[in-house]
C-alpha cells in the first residue's frame, strides 16, 4: 500500500503518523514503513501487535511537495500487515515576535526577541542591507532570546536578521532590522592643577 504525500508549500516538515485497528495475533511485530521525504528515504518497523486503534508517530520529515514523496507498507514482515490510515501533520515552525536592540554603546548592542517556542538563537549581522558578514549563536531552547553584539564600529548603521530553530529542525528568519552604534565620545578637558597656577604679587612703592 502507498499513500502520496499530496501537501502543498513545501519544502515544509510533517510529522508522518499510521493507524491500525487493534489485532494483537497473527499481525507483524516488524511492519517496515518506507517514507520518502525531500532529499532521502527512511523505512521504520512499526509493531502492529500493539498500539493499535489510535495514532502512530513515524517521525518527522521535511516534504517538498514535487510529487515523488510518499510512505508504502510492504508485506515483508514476521506476519500479517494492516494497510490502514497515513496522515501527514503540518509542524509549524517559531513565531518571532519583539525583536528590539537595547544597550547600544559606542562598539556594542543587545539584540532581543520572544518565540511562541521553545528555540535556539543566531542574529546576522553586517554593515550593508542584506549582506550579514557575521553571527552569534546560543544553542540554549529559550522563548526570550538575548545576544550580545560586541567589537562594533562607532557611529556604523548595522543591518541584522534574527532566527530560531526549534527541536523539530523547523527554523524561522525574521526581516531586517538596522541600528546604529553611538559615536565616539570627545577628549574630557583636563582639570587644572594649582601647582600649575602661576601667583603674581607686587609691593606697593612709598
Known sequence: ATWAAELVDG???????????????????????????????????????????????LGIYTFADDGTEDVTLSDDADGWVIADAVKFEFIDPPVITNVKVSNRTTNSAIITWQTDEAS?????????????????????????????LTGLTPDTTYYFIVSST????????????????????PPKPQPWSDSKIGRASCRERV
Open 11 to 57: 519544502p515544509n516538515d510533517y510529522e508522518v503518523f499510521v493507524w491500525y485497528p487493534i489485532i494483537s495475533s497473527a499481525v507483524a511485530s516488524d511492519a517496515p514503513y518506507t517514507i520518502n521525504f525531500a532529499g532521502g528515504s527512511d523505512t521504520v518497523l512499526e509493531d502492529q501487535t500493539v498500539n493499535g486503534g489510535q495514532w502512530v508517530s
Open 120 to 148: 535556539d538563537s543566531m542574529v546576522e549581522y553586517g554593515t550593508e542591507s542584506e549582506v550579514y558578514t557575521d553571527s552569534v549563536s546560543v544553542s540554549a531552547l529559550v522563548t526570550s532570546h538575548s545576544i550580545p
Open 166 to 185: 526549534d527541536v523539530s529542525g523547523n527554523s524561522a528568519v525574521s526581516e531586517e532590522y538596522s541600528f546604529t552604534t553611538l559615536p565616539p565620545q
